[in-house]
T-cell receptor, first 113, second 117 residues
Framework: AQSVTQLDSHVSVSEGTPVLLRCNYS??????LFWYVQHPNKGLQLLLK??????LVKGINGFEAEFKKSETSFHLTKPSAHMSDAAEYFC???????????FGAGTRLFVKA | GAVVSQHPSWVICKSGTSVKIECRSL??????MFWYRQFPKQSLMLMAT?????????EQGVEKDKFLINHASLTLSTLTVTSAHPEDSSFYIC?????????????FGPGTRLTVL
């Protein structure tokens, strides 16, 4: 069975400081992992995805995530937050055995000026 | 590239009526489309997986007779909420993939806000 847990319902950072959004997963198969961002009144946008290639995945807008199998984690990071990063972020797991896609509960990122 | 549109963006209807939501892939052919439901301040819940030319696969707990899905072409899938009730009020989001693997990137539509009075 698959599951994904986003450890923080909301995270607040100051502009220019690092961002860390935490995600833990469980999967019976070799998982594919994704991070999506949802801005108000806009569709979800893919930030990055892991599909069993390099464990450190670089995405758009300066985001990156590291797949750590031993910790079953896929945390999202960014060195320096920008005001435009304020949004809802979803960690998603999808097993390679089919189309079972599970969304995490989401983390709301607030960026203070 | 890879744009998915939904129509309408919002709809208000009376209880007991049916509402159709369209999901279109504008610049690519989508072998598979997905329908999700998102309640306020909650995550997305997968409702069903729709493959062109075949019956949709519904997730456990989703009433297939209530949420009718048709995927008649490689660029269009529709979700019809039949005999809508206030508890069906939600944000419905579709996504589409170009390939045939769950590792493919899903391209999401902007969503449709349904309010049932």
């Amino acid at each position: 069975a698959q599951s994904v847990t986003q450890l923080d319902s909301h995270v607040s950072v100051s502009e220019g400081t690092p961002v860390l959004l935490r995600c833990n997963y469980s999967s019976s198969y070799s998982p594919s992992l994704f991070w999506y961002v949802q801005h108000p009144n806009k569709g979800l946008q893919l930030l990055l995805k892991y599909t069993s290639a390099a464990t450190l995945v670089k995405g758009i807008n300066g985001f990156e995530a590291e797949f750590k199998k031993s910790e079953t984690s896929f945390h999202l990071t960014k060195p320096s937050a920008h005001m435009s990063d304020a949004a809802e972020y979803f960690c998603v797991v999808s097993d390679t055995g089919g189309f079972k896609t599970i969304f995490g509960a989401g983390t709301r990122l607030f960026v203070k000026a | 590239g890879a744009v998915v549109s939904q129509h309408p963006s919002w709809v208000i209807c009376k209880s007991g009526t049916s509402v159709k939501i369209e999901c279109r892939s504008l610049d690519f052919q989508a072998t598979t489309m997905f329908w999700y439901r998102q309640f306020p301040k909650q995550s997305l819940m997968l409702m069903a997986t729709s493959n062109e030319g075949s019956k949709a696969t519904y997730e456990q707990g989703v009433e297939k007779d209530k949420f009718l899905i048709n995927h008649a072409s490689l660029t269009l899938s529709t979700l019809t909420v039949t005999s809508a009730h206030p508890e069906d009020s939600s944000f419905y989001i579709c996504s589409a993939i170009t390939g045939g693997s769950s590792t493919d990137t899903q391209y999401f539509g902007p969503g449709t806000r349904l309010t049932v009075l």
